[in-house]
């Protein structure tokens, strides 16, 4: 099963010239914590993003060519896909804006950080996906530099 995390602003905002827009200390926290030891899949421009690979997790990047440094690089989205969609196995995909648009008719569960404030400058968003598909349990709310967030896990119905 795939479950997609990320945290987004009030229009859905990720990211912006290749960078998050959100550095909240208790969400980085609540990524770290959800993801740890299993299997993460991103794109490779979050790849690229990073500064190497998410340790005490399975790094998978998706791309047209071989990435170096991955554990896995993927290139066959669709097999990939095929062959986890309906395992019991939770795998965590873990942006960007073109990949969780890829995954969202796939996902069981959507852990999102929403925070209340919006990003003028993104160039990346998260898919819109119709609420009264899922079910929302509110994990944690808070608030960090004047930022209020909430981090909620949605089920899909
Ligand atoms: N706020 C958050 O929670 C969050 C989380 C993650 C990322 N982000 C932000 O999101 C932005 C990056 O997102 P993005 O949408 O620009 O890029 P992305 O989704 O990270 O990566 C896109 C790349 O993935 C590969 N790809 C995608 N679909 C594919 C397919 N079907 N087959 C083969 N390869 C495929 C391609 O790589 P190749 O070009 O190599 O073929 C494509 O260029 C950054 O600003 C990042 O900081 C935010």
Redo the contacts with the bound molecule.
Sequence with gaps: MFSL????GKNRE?????????HIKEDLQFFKTTTMHHKIV??????D?LPGKLPGRTNIV????PVEGADLSI?D?PAFIAEYATSDEEIFV??????YT?FLPHAKHLYLTEIATTAPDAD?FFPSFDRSQFSRQIIQKGKENDLDFIISKYTKK
Aim: net charge positive.
């Design positions: 995390i990320a945290a987004i990720l990211g912006s010239r290749g960078q998050l827009l959100f991103m794109g490779r421009k979050t790849w993003s998706v791309s047209r060519y290139s989205l873990i942006g960007g804006g073109t990949i890829e990346t």
